[in-house]
């Protein structure tokens, strides 16, 4: 499923890029569950796409997971959920600070994997 949503990840970056526009396609969900955001690429391809004004070069795109990394200041806790809200990770310190980042893939660290620290 995660080289499915990769090979997604890559085709939406792109029609971004390459077109300008905006959409609420989410690589990380099924396909099957879209079919708004689809629809709204159909319909562009059907009515603009023949003289729409393409950008190039393109400009790479970060993989998107669909996780969000909330700082919970009043409990101390760092935590992760998914695009469904289940979470995926929790940290916390009592009488703590924390910080963090999003990793870049040129770190050496795998896509999308966060750093906490205190």
């Known amino acids: 499923m995660l080289r499915l949503a990769r090979v997604r990840q890559g085709s939406i970056a792109t029609l971004r890029a390459v077109t300008g526009r905006v959409s609420d396609y989410a690589a990380w969900l099924e396909p099957k569950t879209q079919t708004a955001a689809i629809g709204q690429w159909e319909k562009w391809l059907a009515n603009d796409a ?69």
């Open 50 to 118: 023949k003289t729409a004004k393409l950008v190039h070069p393109l400009r790479p795109a970060d993989m998107e997971l669909g996780r969000t990394l909330m700082c919970l200041y009043g409990k101390n806790e760092v935590i992760e959920v998914d695009a469904t809200g289940r979470q995926t990770f929790s940290v916390s310190e009592a009488g703590g600070l924390f910080s963090t980042c999003t990793s870049n893939p040129a770190d050496g660290k795998p896509e999308g994997w966060n750093s906490v620290w205190k």
